[in-house]
């Protein structure tokens, strides 16, 4: 059984916790997020420490309570620090380019992909091959970065595609031929 729920967040100096009506607010340094928490699920707030409770004992409420606690602390650290994905782009021919606040990459499609970033997450291209993501809100990022990354899936022959920079591909022999 996870005890990740009874696990107290502790919150940074410079960050503001706000919790009225079911709705947190977190603010800090990067910028604000705000979330509903579930009716079983009830937060208590001290000065630099949350704790996540709930209503009563049942599986399903011990399983929100570690989800709850977990979003309302990825939160926190998201204002306070941030969040980073790093995706890389293997292939001949395959490069990324950000033009605003759009990235746009040759796939080996017979066109280039435009893929507009959603409000909240900023991207850096560095060596027309890495893709670095960030942003304050961990959910958003990882399913922005996901997206990007299933436009091109990386393949197990030659390893080309878009693959996230800590993944590793486990790479397949190809036919041999037969004489």
Known sequence: MSRVGKKPITVPGKTKITYKDRVITVQGEKGSLTRTIHPNIDL???????TVTMAKETQ???ALQGLTRSL???MVIGVDKGFERVLEINGIG???????NTLVLNLGFSHPVNFELPDGIAAKVDKNNTVTLSGINK????????????????????????????????????????K
């Open 72 to 74: 309302v602390a990825n």
């Open 94 to 100: 395959y490069r990324a380019s950000l033009s605003g």
């Open 60 to 62: 399903e409420n011990r």
């Open 139 to 178: 959910e958003l990022l990882g399913q922005t970065a996901a997206s990007i990354r299933s436009l091109r899936p990386p393949e197990p022959y030659k390893g080309k595609g878009i693959k996230y920079a800590e993944e590793y591909i486990q790479r397949k022999a190809g036919k041999t031929g037969t």
């Open 44 to 50: 208590a707030i001290e000065k630099d420490v949350i």
